[in-house]
């Protein structure tokens, strides 16, 4: 029984570091931007952003893929927001989280 449990651990142990290590491989972005519409039916958002300067995005309107059913929950046409996002190219991001802001 001692071994069984050891054998539990370990594995729990390993998963940790293995889901660990994905994440830390993806790269998170924040942007500021107010939105533009909200397409919840397909989990999209529209952002009229400033510029991601660490990936040389200039100021500009995109539409950003969600993840998450709850993400857009609270957000509306026309609010402040801060979100994160990851990102595979210029135009194609996901946001992860997003939160109105008071500015």
Do not use: C
């Not at 999209?44 to 539409?63: F, H, S, Y």
């Not at 709850?70 to 210029?90: E, M, R």
């Amino acid at each position: 029984m001692k071994h069984s449990l050891s054998r539990i651990a370990a594995v729990a142990l390993f998963s940790l570091f293995a889901v660990s290590a994905a994440q830390a491989g993806v790269e998170t972005y924040r942007v500021h931007g107010t939105v533009q519409q909200v397409d919840a039916a397909n989990g999209k958002v529209t952002l009229a952003q400033d510029a991601v300067t660490e990936l040389g995005w200039p100021v500009r309107t995109m539409t950003y893929k969600v993840d998450g059913d709850n993400t857009l929950t609270g957000i509306s046409a026309g609010q402040t927001v801060d979100a994160t996002f990851t990102t595979t190219s210029p135009y194609q991001a996901s946001i992860q989280f997003i939160t109105p802001t008071a500015h």
